[in-house]
């Protein structure tokens, strides 16, 4: 049954939750197929539970202007088949996220957003207020949106792509758009190199929102050096859902070939008790090959003294494509460590204020930026990889 999880004490991880299975299946962008397909696969996690004006807000990943065959957006036809959904159960939809950059409604028009739901009686809006929430320790209080501690029932609807900072971007991560605006880079720059820290902070927002249900659209994904415009489209045709979205990411690592350990954000789960080693996936995907993850090595190693140093010299890093690059300054805007300056038409990084979080990949509208092993680096790592393969 859906039904609102509000703001609920960090204990109180429901055990449906916990026990949830994670339905797969095989699907394509055609409408046709794709709502009967999400009609049915909401109603087999969830119940019926929205009934006449059961407000229901939609939170799909809106991060950027982009088109749909990018893969960088929760694509339109997903969003409409959902809120047909909650419109048919006589619910009212609200359609929200607070993107990292660029305007909303160039988000819906370039998206293809308010073409898909044309006709459809929905209302669609940018998170504008933010209420302080209790996320625990260590964050403690902190700001997020107020829409969906409003709403009796989310519906975290997310994109299935890499993430050159956070290795995949998917269900959890997906409750970061919660945090409005410039909020984000504080957040990065707060967590600084430490990846864990920051996956925590992801693993408690999705643990205090706790969406009704999560569904992730990896029908075309982004592989490569996403989230953003780096990133490359691969055509998966795969939805996921699962009440609990740690369960959801699991099981798509799994299918993806990578062990879910690797992922900072299923670690933050582990450790809060908020997802378990066995689960039950119902559907019939078969593995993923060769999916291009990025390179994503430690920030922080070494004697203390020296991390610093390691870093600068030896951990991948931002690298811009000067015959790319045109100079438009977004990414010196954003990035929270103040490490980017023009320089000539393109720009240079400051690696020793550089903190590695990728937001520069993630907003650079042209797809400027990668990130880049140093020479060192690439050395080290190859010795140690052969090493261990013997
Ligand atoms: S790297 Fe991208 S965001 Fe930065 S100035 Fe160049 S085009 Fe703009
Ligand atoms: S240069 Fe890029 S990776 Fe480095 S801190 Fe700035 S936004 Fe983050």
Not at 245 to 255: E, G, N, P, Q, Y
Request: with cysteine; proline share 7%; net charge positive.
């Amino acid at each position: 049954m859906l039904k609102k999880h509000k703001n609920r004490p960090l204990t109180e991880f429901p055990k449906e939750f916990l026990d949830s299975e994670v339905i797969v299946k095989k699907t394509s962008y055609e409408y046709n197929v794709l709502k009967p397909l999400l009609f049915e696969m909401i109603d087999s996690m969830a119940g019926v539970a929205i009934t006449k004006q059961t407000r229901v807000l939609i939170k799909p990943n809106l991060l950027l202007p982009a088109r749909p065959e990018r893969a960088i957006l929760t694509h339109p036809l997903v969003v409409k088949a959902v809120a047909e959904y909650v419109k048919n159960k006589g619910g009212d939809v609200l359609i929200s996220d607070s993107p990292a950059w660029g305007s909303f409604e160039k988000i819906l028009k370039i998206g293809g957003y308010h073409k898909a739901l044309e006709g459809l009686d929905v209302e669609l809006k940018e998170f504008k207020t933010s209420i302080p929430v209790d996320i625990g320790k260590p964050f403690g209080s902190i700001e997020l949106a107020k829409d969906p501690f409003e709403a009796d029932v989310v519906i975290n609807l997310a994109k299935l792509k890499t993430h050159s900072q956070m290795l995949l971007t998917l269900g959890v991560k997906n409750l970061f758009g919660c945090v409005i605006g410039l909020k984000k880079p504080e957040w990065h720059l707060r967590s600084g190199v430490d990846r864990d820290l920051f996956a925590g902070l992801l693993a408690q927002i999705y643990q205090t929102i706790l969406p009704s249900i999560t569904i992730v659209d990896g029908i075309l994904a982004l592989e490569g050096q996403g989230p953003g415009k780096g990133g490359t489209p691969r055509y998966l045709g795969l939805l996921i859902g699962s009440k609990n979205a740690f369960t959801a990411d699991m099981a798509i690592c799994r299918l993806l070939g990578l062990n879910p350990d690797r992922l900072p954000t299923h670690r933050s789960g582990k450790r809060l008790g908020l997802v378990k080693d066995a689960i039950d996936v119902v559907g019939d995907a078969d593995p993923i090959n060769h999916f291009a993850f990025p390179l994503l090595g430690s920030l922080a190693f070494g004697p203390k003294p020296f991390q610093g140093l390691i870093r600068k010299h030896l951990v991948q890093r931002p690298a811009v494509n000067d015959r790319i690059c045109r100079a438009c300054g977004d990414c010196l805007q954003f990035c929270p460590a103040k490490a980017i300056a023009p320089d000539g038409k393109s720009i240079s990084f400051d690696y020793d204020r550089c903190i590695r979080c990728y937001c520069c990949i993630e907003i650079c509208p042209h797809g400027a930026i990668r990130s880049a092993e140093t020479l060192p680096g690439m050395l080290v790592r190859r010795f140690f990889t052969e090493n261990r393969s013997h």
